[in-house]
């Protein structure tokens, strides 16, 4: 049984984290696994936008504590470097040139969360759970959920929700604004493969220098900015795309992308 399945359709791809007995924990063959989809899909010229959920009833509860206590005695070295890899996976998402939302169903907990975090969108079932959850199990976190809730919430909230782990209802995250759309668990896979289809179908190039225009944005002075922005712009001002859609702002029609 693999334990992230890819499902593409048109310019859409679909991953699902697929360990629904233990609620989709991360297990080094998941996160390995969605470390390599990440990286393949974010080169790849057919894909427009990604959707990542999990199987079951869950999104997914945090690393696998079993599989965890399963490796034995390590060094301080070992573990830091079997962390280092593992946290490609939210550079990976991080990185990647194509839109990525996150369908939240059920809980996404400790490094699930963290995952969820990670994507550029999250839409999320109204039943929903979330909670940084490292703390009850003596952890400082990962997956970068540090650096997300200190840009997403401010460095004040972010304590909070890292040292008190109060457990969030989907509405309370959504005041937060840690949601893009909380919707009825019952509609939330059709909300997000329609959100994720429109992105999909949207001008992939301009997506990708707009996340990475964003991403620059985090660190960059804002001369260093401006001139990336420049560049991205006169490259986004050659597409295909770009000379479709001031076509199609002519003709008053919708814009039909390609990718190119």
Known sequence: MSELIEAREDALVTLTMNRPDVMNALNDGLIDALIEAFERLSGDGEVGAILLTGAGKAFCAGGDIKDMAGKGDRTFEQRVEQIRHKQRAALAMHRCSKPIVAAVNGAAMGAGLSIALMADFRIVGKSSKLATSFGAVGFSGDFGI?????????????????????????????????????????????????????????????????????????????????????????????????????????????????GR
């Open 146 to 258: 540090n650096w997300t809730l200190t840009r997403l919430v401010g460095p004040a909230k972010a304590r909070e929700l890292m040292m008190l782990n109060p457990r969030l209802t989907a509405d309370d995250a959504d005041q937060l604004g840690l949601v893009t759309r909380l919707v009825g668990d019952d509609q939330l896979m059709s909300e997000a493969s329609g959100f994720a289809r429109s992105l999909a179908a949207g001008p992939r190039l301009a997506w990708s220098y707009i996340k990475r225009n964003l991403n620059a944005a985090e660190s960059a002075p804002l001369a260093e900015l401006l001139d990336t922005e420049a560049q991205h712009l006169a490259r986004c001002g050659m597409t295909e795309d770009h000379v479709e859609a001031r076509a199609a702002f002519v003709e008053k029609r919708a814009a039909r992308f390609t």
